[in-house]
């Protein structure tokens, strides 16, 4: 359980950074505006892991004897990306429309932009649920876990932003990919020990 809760909040890291960014930038982010926005992250961080494990079970039989390296490097390589980006991201820029109405790429309060994102920051949820599948192990209840840490830790993003600024989003991408490459390490040294 103490891995799942971690492999939870290591996902749930994008999301994070996007719903810090959004409580920034979007200007009368309303209470329905980020229990919706919080509610997308979490559903989609739930169902992508189900998806890639289905995807997974399709191939498991071919490739089970290298099962641990494939979740070894996908963790490392969705970890080392948010680790890398981390150190590239920019100060959260506003954008000004000429209206005096601050605007973002980040603005959950359009459906479009909030789908968008949401499928965005859940591509790396299915690359874990991958690697549940080759390792045989059962994803729906990680898959809750995943889902809820989301939904609980954008909400918390999303008045982040609104009161504190850009300086939690680059930080928490980058715990969130060192948790997942220590995750894979674990993996990877448990087949080989």
């Not at 490739?63 to 970890?79: C, M, P, S, V, Y």
Request: charge should be neutral.
């Amino acid at each position: 359980m103490f891995q799942t809760l971690l492999i939870a909040l290591g996902l749930s890291m994008d999301a994070f950074a996007v719903s810090v960014s959004s409580g920034i930038c979007t200007d009368q982010l309303k209470p329905r505006h980020i229990l919706r926005g919080s509610f997308f992250f979490g559903m989609f961080q739930f169902a992508m892991p189900i998806l890639g494990w289905l995807l997974g079970m399709n191939f498991r039989a071919v490739i089970q004897n290298l099962d641990h390296w494939i979740a070894f490097i996908l963790l490392a390589f969705i970890g080392g990306k948010m680790v890398k980006e981390s150190f590239e991201a920019e100060p959260v820029a506003c954008e000004d429309n000429g209206e005096s109405e601050r605007i973002s790429k980040t603005d959950v309060r359009d459906t479009r932009t909030l789908l968008t994102l949401s499928v965005a920051t859940s591509i790396d949820a299915l690359a874990v649920g991958l690697s549940y599948s080759l390792l045989g192990k059962s994803i729906l209840s990680p898959a809750a876990v995943i889902g809820a840490i989301t939904f609980t830790v954008c909400l918390l993003g999303f008045e982040f932003g609104k009161r504190i600024g850009y300086l939690i989003e680059k930080r928490a991408e980058l715990a969130g990919g060192i948790i997942l490459i220590a995750i894979g390490i674990k993996i990877l040294l448990e087949h080989l020990l």
